[in-house]
C-alpha cells in the first residue's frame, strides 16, 4: 500500500478482491500515513485490532537518508516507533504491506437525536462495546439554542438489520421517553469493501432496507 493511498481507494480494491482490509471510516484519510502513526481505530477493531496492529512490514527512508524495510523480524525497534508512535519522527514511509481478512457482513446504523439523550448514550457505552458495536458520535448545532447529537456510523459487525434493531431497541425507547427524535436508516454490506464505502456515505440502494 502506497503512502498515498487515500481509505476510500483501499475500500475500492477491498471490495473488488473480496477481502477484508484495514482503515478508518473518514474517505479521505491516508491509510499508510497519518491513520497508522495514530495507531488507527477503525470499525473493527473490536474484532482484529488497531490499524497498526495490522502492519506486517513498512518500507521507510530514515533520516540519514537510507531506504530499509523494518518488520517484526527486521530493523524491529523501528518497526515497533512507526506503528502508532508519531512514526514521521523517525522516517519517510513509502509503502508498507498489511493482512487482509475474509469477507465479513457488518450492519451500518446511523441516525440523530437531541443533546438531552447524551446520556442514554453513556448507560449503553459498555455493553454496545462489548458486543463489538463500533460507533462515532459529533454534537452540532440545529438551530440558534438547539444542539443534536449524530451518530454516524453506528456499526455492528456479523449482525443483520433486524438483529441490530432489536439490540438497540431498548435505547431507542429511552429516547423516545424523553422526547428525542430519532431518525435512522439500517444498511447491510455483504462485503467488507461495500461496508466500509457505506461507511463513507457512498450509497447502496438496493442494500437499503
Not at 497519518?34 to 473490536?46: A, N
Not at 462515532?136 to 456510523?153: E, L, T, V
Request: charged share 15%; proline share 3%.
Amino acid at each position: 500500500m502506497g503512502a498515498d493511498i487515500q481509505a476510500f481507494k483501499v475500500y475500492e480494491f477491498a471490495q473488488s478482491n473480496d477481502v477484508t482490509v484495514v482503515g478508518g471510516e473518514c474517505r479521505t484519510v491516508d491509510v499508510a500515513g497519518e491513520h497508522v502513526i495514530g495507531g488507527g481505530h477503525w470499525p473493527l477493531s473490536s474484532i482484529y485490532g488497531m490499524t497498526a496492529d495490522q502492519i506486517l512490514a513498512i518500507e521507510v527512508v530514515n533520516p540519514d537518508g537510507r531506504f530499509v524495510t523494518v518488520s517484526a523480524s527486521e530493523n524491529t525497534d523501528l518497526y515497533w516507533a512507526l506503528r502508532g508512535g508519531s512514526g514521521s519522527t523517525f522516517g519517510v514511509v513509502t509503502s508498507l504491506n498489511c493482512k487482509v481478512y475474509p469477507v465479513i457482513t457488518s450492519t451500518v446504523m446511523t441516525f440523530s437525536f437531541e443533546v438531552g439523550g447524551v446520556r442514554t448514550d453513556f448507560d449503553y457505552f459498555t455493553d454496545h462495546v462489548e458486543k463489538g458495536i463500533y460507533g462515532y458520535s459529533s454534537i452540532f448545532a440545529a438551530g440558534p439554542y438547539a444542539w443534536s447529537c449524530r451518530m454516524q456510523p453506528f456499526s455492528a459487525t456479523n449482525y443483520t438489520a433486524a438483529e441490530l434493531d432489536t439490540l438497540v431497541a431498548p435505547w431507542v425507547a429511552q429516547l423516545n421517553d424523553l422526547g428525542n427524535r430519532k431518525k435512522h436508516l439500517i444498511t447491510t454490506g455483504c462485503n467488507c469493501g461495500e461496508i466500509f464505502l457505506l461507511i463513507l456515505a457512498l450509497t447502496y440502494p438496493s442494500r437499503i432496507s
